[in-house]
């Protein structure tokens, strides 16, 4: 293990808590409602971790893969949770069922949304713009708008304001890792809600490949256009996953921080100043994520804000 390049931590906001993809272990940590902080972690399947997540552009459809499977399971297992706090009576939580299909209606309303819809108005439009490549200029601006504009309005919610308090806790907490600082509250509150690898950089980065390789096409039928913009978007996913992965090793350099400053603005509309309790929850699964992957013993449940001490060994 000693010759293993350091693991970039990363992860995403769920129900009330705060999942962080670690090495081999996902490490994941809720707030329950009588304050308590509950701590969950797996081991990661080998389907992730094996030699094609080393290859330029696979691994970029790999972690697409592993972002959609590992993001739905962690947020049924928040949901489940909350369910429990709701309803202590209900033991078997929401079924996988409801989870799956409501990640492939996302999906389905996600594609159609932003890259179908988009499609059309621009086609829509062809006899005024008279050009393949203006066409698909208008189609990526359109494609942006929508993007922000859904950002927006769905910001504008209470839950999902507190979701996206935890995403900049997460955010937080990973930038104070990768500094070396001990992870307490006061040293996370260094550091902004931004971070170069983050989710909300990646789908900017897709709009803006995706005008790219759309443009390469030259224009082809309406029905073949719909196709592409199905078909090619794992290959646009992995090409945008390399472009932000270049950019978050390097950014400390120029070109570094030019990729990922447009990624860096957007996060203004998806992160949110969290509290001192949201933070505490961030850095459980940061700990917890750690702790799994070093082998070590990492408790179900802490007692509420205020009483509980880190686990010994963890930074």
């Not at 928040?78 to 209606?105: K, Y």
């Not at 408790?299 to 963890?314: M, Q, W």
Request: glycine share 8%.
């Amino acid at each position: 293990m000693a010759n293993q390049p350091p693991h970039l931590y990363g992860g995403q906001a769920v129900i009330e808590g705060v999942m962080i993809r670690g090495r081999d272990h996902f490490g994941m940590a809720v707030r329950r409602q009588d304050g308590s902080i509950e701590q969950h972690h797996e081991l990661l399947s080998s389907i992730y971790n094996g030699r094609p997540r080393r290859w330029p552009l696979v691994r970029g459809f790999l972690t697409l893969l592993e972002t959609l499977i590992l993001g739905i399971k962690a947020l049924q297992l928040s949901a489940n949770m909350a369910a429990r706090d709701q309803m202590p009576e209900e033991e078997e939580g929401i079924p996988g069922w409801v989870m799956a299909s409501t990640l492939g209606v996302s999906l389905v309303f996600g594609i159609g949304l932003f890259f179908v819809t988009p499609l059309l108005i621009a086609w829509a439009l062809n006899p005024v713009l008279n050009s393949a490549l203006l066409s698909e200029i208008v189609e990526g601006v359109i494609r942006l708008l929508f993007l922000l504009g859904y950002i927006t309005l769905i910001g504008m919610l209470k839950d999902v304001k507190r979701v996206f308090a935890y995403h900049g806790a997460e955010h937080m907490t990973v930038h104070a890792q990768e500094a070396g600082l001990p992870l307490t509250v006061a040293n996370v509150r260094k550091f902004d809600t931004p971070h170069p690898r983050c989710g909300t950089a990646f789908l900017l980065t897709v709009v803006v490949v995706s005008v790219v390789v759309f443009a390469l096409l030259l224009g082809p039928p309406l029905e073949w256009r719909i196709a592409s913009r199905i078909l090619l978007l794992p290959v646009i996913a992995a090409v945008s996953y390399e472009i932000i992965r270049f950019s978050g090793a390097h950014q400390n350099t120029w070109y570094g921080k030019m990729i990922s400053k447009p990624g860096l603005w957007l996060q203004k509309l998806t992160t949110r100043q969290p509290d001192d309790q949201q933070i505490e929850v961030a850095i459980r699964a940061m700990e917890t994520a750690i702790a799994a992957d070093a082998g070590e013993t990492v408790a179900r449940e802490i007692p509420p804000s205020g009483t509980e001490k880190a686990p010994d060994g963890v930074a």
